[in-house]
């Protein structure tokens, strides 16, 4: 008689016992994951359904800047070894806090799983451990103070580009690489499917690292893309939005795939370099416009494309000359060392070098007063707009041919 209910209670039992063991696995599964035991972080992703189903796109939304005159809270996220000297950084910019991983100190305060992965590494445990307490802006930057990859109008100094970054612009794009050239990684870069013979070794080592197996590995479910472009080289700035709009397990996953792969270090971290860009916006190509990161992201405004290309143009053929010039300023001075009697160079060679001087003394002066009325031009708001990306069509004609020119 008493047999019947305890089986039912029995079976109702096991099956509870059951369904909790079956959560515990499934959030188990997640490396370092902060969402087990019931804390979840909050995402305002609008992804609806797996996180770690890539196959589904994020859409991203449209950032909106602070209202004027108010100012924005933000973090400098800088990956270092010991050995490695930021006292060209301390105390520079006090409104902003600034985050060092030292990698290779385990009593550091801020750490990560392993120093593997190079910048990746730091910058993805920073999101993962801030997700939920992030400032408005991150910046993420390596731990040079001049390096050949910062900006070059802005003396390739990490300083001058922190202390002119654009807050604003970060706020509207949600992602913003700190460099403005393309070159390298635009805007035609890595390509999963090239065969053997056509690599490029010595402009583009990464690309042979990019095939279809590791895109797969870092993106199951995602198409494969026709070409992988973005500036280089890992330094840019993130909105708080953005980062939370990337759900918290694909952060996860990244790290997690860092942490496991087998791929050479250098290489595991310059695998990212060419797609923060796709996580952070979605599109495989993204290369804006050189001016209107320069102009928009640090007030230094050339008033257009054309300006800011013939600019280019001359310091281009400004650095040539100089290396003719100083081919033969090396050809004398070993001949000097070499204790040959003079004439160390011919007449025509020292004509050639006269020349060559001059022609890059007046170019110098050219460039100096083109960038000097840039830096002006760029404390005006109205000119920064003007070179701003716009989607806006309502004033698009205001730039048009005059009326009965257009075909």
Not at 357 to 381: C, H, P, S, V, Y
């Amino acid at each position: 008689m008493l047999a019947g209910p305890p089986r039912l209670i029995s079976l109702v039992s096991v099956l509870v016992l059951f369904i909790l063991a079956w959560s515990f696995l499934r959030l188990d599964r997640a490396p370092y994951s902060s969402i087990r035991f019931g804390q979840v972080p909050s995402s305002t992703s609008s992804l609806r359904g797996d996180p770690l189903d890539f196959g589904i796109p994020l859409r991203f939304k449209d950032g909106e800047p602070r209202p004027a005159g108010t100012n924005y809270t933000w973090s400098i996220v800088i990956p270092k070894t010991k050995n490695e000297d930021l006292r060209w950084l301390q105390g520079e910019i006090p409104e902003a806090k600034l985050v060092v991983y030292e990698v290779d100190n385990p009593n550091a305060e801020y750490k990560i799983p392993k120093n593997k992965g190079r910048e990746a590494m730091v910058y993805l445990s920073y999101m993962i451990d801030h997700y939920d307490d992030l400032p408005d802006t991150t910046v993420f930057m390596h731990a040079h103070h001049h390096a050949w990859h910062n900006n070059l109008l802005l003396m390739q100094d990490a300083l001058g580009m922190l202390k002119r970054l654009n807050h604003d612009r970060v706020a509207r794009l949600g992602y913003m690489n700190v460099r403005c050239h393309h070159e390298p990684g635009c805007p035609d870069w890595i390509h999963l499917d090239r065969p053997g013979g056509d690599f490029d070794f010595f402009r583009k080592p990464e690309e042979i690292y990019w095939r279809k197996s590791i895109w797969e590995e870092i993106h199951p479910g995602a198409a494969i893309p026709a070409s992988l472009s973005g500036v280089c080289c890992a330094q840019f700035a993130l909105s708080r939005d953005r980062i939370r709009e990337v759900p918290i397990e694909r952060l996860l996953h990244y790290r997690k795939w860092l942490l496991n792969t087998g791929m050479d270090d250098t290489y595991s971290g310059r695998v990212f370099e060419y797609i923060w860009h796709y996580i952070f916006t979605g599109h495989e190509v993204y290369c804006p416009a050189q001016n209107t990161c320069y102009c928009d992201g640090y007030g230094v405004c050339f008033g257009g494309r054309q300006k800011y290309e013939e600019f280019e143009e001359k310091t281009n053929k400004r650095n040539t000359l100089f290396t003719e010039f100083d081919a033969i300023v090396q050809k004398k001075d070993k001949a000097k060392e070499e204790g040959k009697e003079e004439p160390y160079i011919t007449d025509e060679e020292q004509k050639e070098a006269d020349a060559l001087n001059k022609m890059i003394l007046e170019l110098d002066q050219w460039l100096e007063t083109k960038r000097k009325e840039a830096f002006e031009r760029g404390e005006d708001e109205a000119s920064r707009k003007e070179e701003r990306e716009s989607y806006d069509s309502s004033r698009i004609w205001d730039y048009g041919p005059p009326a009965g020119l257009v075909p």
